[in-house]
């Protein structure tokens, strides 16, 4: 299975982006996710989906702002980001995993990634 994501660019502090993530191939994964990775920072989890089912999971940093979704027939995870802020700028990947749910936070428990997309808050 591959993962496309796309939707990044730049944007003013306050504004909205979404992001998709295209899946190709017969997906297995049990939860779909947004991990985001800032120059000299290291990955962080931002949001995941339970593939079935549509429960989902926020990092604090983004909760109320940040919304996650997915389209089962269309095979896509869509991250809806509003009050963007000049801290929100890193590559964004979506990405899959059959962890556990209390694993979902974790970066590194995510085995199948897309190549990412970049988002730029200006100020």
């Known amino acids: 299975v591959q993962l496309q994501a796309s939707g990044g660019g730049l944007v003013q502090a306050g504004h909205s982006l979404r992001l998709s993530c295209a899946v190709s191939?017969?997906?297995?994964?049990?939860?779909m996710g947004w991990l985001r990775q800032a120059p000299g920072k290291d990955r962080e989890f931002v949001a995941a989906?339970?593939?079935?089912?549509?429960?989902?999971y926020y990092a604090d940093a983004v909760k109320g702002r940040f919304t996650i979704s997915r389209d089962n027939a269309k095979k896509s995870v869509d991250l809806q980001m509003s009050g963007l802020s000049p801290e929100d700028t890193a590559i964004y990947y979506c990405?899959?995993?059959?962890?556990?749910?209390?694993?979902?936070?974790?970066?590194?428990?995510?085995?199948?990634w897309g190549q990412g997309t970049l988002v730029t808050v200006s100020s």
């Open positions: 990405a899959s995993t059959n962890a556990i749910t209390s694993a979902v936070y974790d970066p590194g428990m995510y085995n199948n």
């Open positions: 191939g017969r997906f297995s994964g049990t939860f």
């Open positions: 989906i339970r593939w079935i089912g549509g429960f989902t």
